[in-house]
């Protein structure tokens, strides 16, 4: 049997590819690759043959394809799994091909590197010990205000991947869930040279987005609810009966 691997590919700068990824792209049997014109340009760029069959692989077509890629697996071959950027799977395609082979019982591993998540976490100076990733919020305003307001409680540090058309609207929804006081950072334009991260409340946050607002891929980290905050929006899980036990 052949192993299914996953790969993390460059978020933006190329010194980023690990070697391992680069021994894949040119010996795996099979590349599947969320858009096979971005994997043959990451080789080119990266000085390399693609030495195996290209096939694509992307959100529309990941649940048909996954058994077809896994009999290919089945009978030997190393298959290589990549998307646009980062770790496949996050937010990304990925997910059902792993799922599937775990049912068939057939080896899957990962290459790992870049990701957008954790290299925003590790530079936005919030606490890194408990976090959660929150993938994109919802692009309807009234989905995404409902969102925020179930995180309000959320105690651990925050990740949101973000585009440049809705950054203004959702920081306007996080102050209004999350107030103006919290601790957050905007990380855009990552490992490339025009990265940038702005530090600060979520209210100077909001007011640099207006004053000078940014371009490029983002990632929104915002520090989780105080004890009191948590306590505050949290829902009471006590009954009447309870409360009325709690009064006397
Ligand atoms: N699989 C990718 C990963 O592991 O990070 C994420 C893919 S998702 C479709 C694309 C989103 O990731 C962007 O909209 C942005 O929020 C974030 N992202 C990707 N590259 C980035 C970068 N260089 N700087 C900031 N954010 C980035």
């Known amino acids: 049997r052949g192993t299914l691997v996953l790969a993390a590919t460059?978020?933006?700068n190329m010194f980023d590819a690990s070697q391992r990824l680069k021994l894949l792209i040119e010996h795996a049997d099979i590349v599947a690759a969320e858009d096979t014109?971005?994997?043959?340009?990451l080789a080119n760029r990266l000085h390399l043959h693609v030495g195996g069959s290209v096939i694509s692989y992307h959100d529309h077509n990941e649940r048909d394809k996954a058994d077809d890629i896994l009999d290919q697996v089945e009978s030997g071959a190393c298959v290589l799994v990549v998307s646009d950027?980062?770790?496949p799977t996050i937010n990304d395609p990925g997910l059902a091909v792993v799922r599937r082979a775990i049912e068939r019982g057939l080896p899957v591993t990962c290459?790992?590197?870049?990701?957008?998540?954790?290299?925003?976490l590790a530079l936005s100076g919030l606490p890194t010990d408990r976090f959660?990733?929150?993938?994109f919020l919802p692009r309807r305003h009234a989905e995404r205000v409902q969102h925020l307001?179930?995180?309000?409680?959320?105690?651990?540090?925050?990740?949101?991947?973000?585009?440049l058309h809705r950054i203004?609207?959702?920081i306007d929804d996080v102050m209004d869930a999350f107030g103006p006081h919290r601790r957050m950072?905007?990380?855009?334009?990552?490992?490339?040279?025009?990265e940038q991260i702005r530090r600060g409340t979520v209210d100077e946050i909001r007011q640099s987005i207006i004053d000078d607002p940014p371009r490029g891929e983002m990632v929104l980290v915002i520090e989780g609810a105080s004890e009191d905050e948590a306590i505050a929006a949290a829902p009471s899980s006590l009954s009447t009966e309870d409360l009325a036990v709690l009064a006397i």
């Open 85 to 87: 950027a980062g770790m």
């Open 132 to 135: 959660c990733y929150e993938g």
């Open 37 to 41: 014109r971005r994997l043959y340009d």
């Open 168 to 170: 203004a609207d959702s």
């Open 10 to 12: 460059p978020i933006g």
């Open 185 to 194: 950072a905007l990380c855009r334009e990552l490992t490339k040279n025009y």
């Open 149 to 163: 307001r179930m995180l309000q409680s959320e105690q651990r540090t925050m990740v949101f991947y973000e585009t």
């Open 111 to 120: 290459a790992p590197g870049p990701s957008a998540v954790l290299d925003a």
